[in-house]
């Protein structure tokens, strides 16, 4: 007899979700970043179904129903001999949400908004998107989002987002002691409400400037691993790696947390192959996920200028949380025409490139740039 399946139940944007496991770890995974999104049952069919089975017979498997769009979608994933199951299925949940978002366009953005024109903070990880958000949040501006600018594919307009930001963590907040996952990549989640006007986030915004954010010439964007692990059995996983090629760079972002970013130049077939090293040491993992990062020159001198909205909006397409041409799922328009869209999204729109550097520099600079964009001087804050 299979284990009774725990439920959950969100409003993200214009999607109904209900969310049913038997792993209570799964849901409490993803309602630390969708929590201020969940609703009480209302007792309707969801437009996305999604159950993930860790125990019983057949092997941990997830699959979901697909009711928005043309017509019902069904798929299923198996979670068989995945070294870390419970954090793989709730990655497949979080993608598998971004592509049924059909109506929108998600950029990987920071957005705040002053006099419903938002200031949107595009780039890669690294590149300073949340400090800059929260530095503008501190002087006037609501946040709306941290990483996720979903702009509404008929409108146009620019849709608040709160999920839990994520932020360095400085003080080993709660949570964060003993590898159990808490933390993701050195951060800790944070309430966003805590930072905004929450009846602000009932509104809409006309994208009033887009900066992207470029790490610089002779930056360089790695591959991460981040890897959470058992307190104790991780040495081994790390022997290995440090042997597998020299261009990795192994840190520990918080001492005490068994939590390791491992960043490896992209090529050579290194992701394959620490892959290879994950299962070989599966039984000392708890997490891991693989994103990228930048590694900017924050200690020269910023540069910043305007650039034509196609050129913007060509940035803008590595960034897309949906995956493009998936077939029957999310974006289905194609590069091309994605990018004819985002064109006609930021026409009217003040766009700019800044070079980051130092962050005293180039935290009056946007904000110079945000107060113009929202239709203020300087001295009108």
């Known amino acids: 007899m299979s284990p009774a399946l725990h ?28 929590a201020l999104f969940r609703t009480a049952d209302a007792g309707g069919e969801a437009d996305l179904s999604i159950k993930a089975r860790f125990n019983g017979p057949g092997g941990p498997s997830l699959n979901f129903r697909r009711t928005v769009g043309a017509g019902d979608q069904v798929g299923e994933q198996s979670l068989d001999g995945h070294p870390t199951p419970v954090h793989h299925a709730w990655q497949w949940v ?13 950029l990987h ?16 990880p690294g590149t300073g998107k949340t400090t800059l958000a929260l530095a503008l949040a501190g002087s006037g501006f609501t946040l709306f989002s941290d990483e996720i600018c979903p702009i509404h594919r008929r409108s146009g307009r620019v849709h608040p987002f709160p999920r839990s930001l994520w932020v360095i963590d400085e003080e080993g907040g709660a949570g964060a002691g003993g590898g159990q996952g808490v ?6 989640p944070m309430n966003p409400s805590s930072l905004a006007d929450t009846k602000k986030w009932e509104e809409t915004s006309e994208p009033g400037l887009l900066v992207i954010l470029d790490p610089g010439p002779t930056a360089g964007v790695v591959g991460r691993l981040v890897v959470g692990t058992r307190e104790r059995g991780w040495e081994p996983l790390l022997d290995d790696v440090t042997r597998l090629h020299p261009g990795i760079v192994v840190t520990r972002p918080k001492a005490g947390v068994a939590e390791f970013h491992l960043d490896y130049p992209r090529g050579n077939g290194l ?6 090293l994950l299962e070989t040491h599966r039984d000392c993992l708890l997490n891991n996920f693989v994103t990228e990062t930048a590694r900017p020159d924050f200690q020269r001198a910023p540069v910043l200028e305007p ?14 949380k949906q995956r493009v041409d998936s077939p029957g799922q999310g974006v289905d328009a194609g590069s091309a025409g994605l990018l004819k869209e985002l064109i006609e999204h930021f026409s009217k729109a003040a766009c700019f490139r800044l070079t980051v550097g ?5 935290v009056p600079m946007v904000r110079k740039l945000a107060l113009e964009a929202t ?7």
């Open 7 to 34: 439920q959950a139940h969100y409003r993200i944007l214009d999607t109904a979700l209900c969310l049913a496991s038997d792993s209570e770890q799964l849901l409490e995974l993803f309602d630390r970043d969708y």
């Open 94 to 106: 979080t993608q598998t949400l971004f592509d049924s978002l059909q109506g929108y366009l998600l």
């Open 109 to 124: 953005a920071a957005v705040v908004v002053r006099n419903r024109r938002a200031v949107i903070l595009a780039g890669p």
């Open 271 to 276: 992701a394959a192959a620490l892959a290879g």
């Open 375 to 381: 239709g203020e001087a300087e001295t009108g804050n």
């Open 358 to 362: 130092r962050l005293d520099e180039e």
């Open 307 to 320: 650039v034509p909205a196609h050129r913007a909006a060509f940035g803008l397409l590595p960034g897309l």
């Open 183 to 188: 933390m993701k990549g050195g951060k800790r």
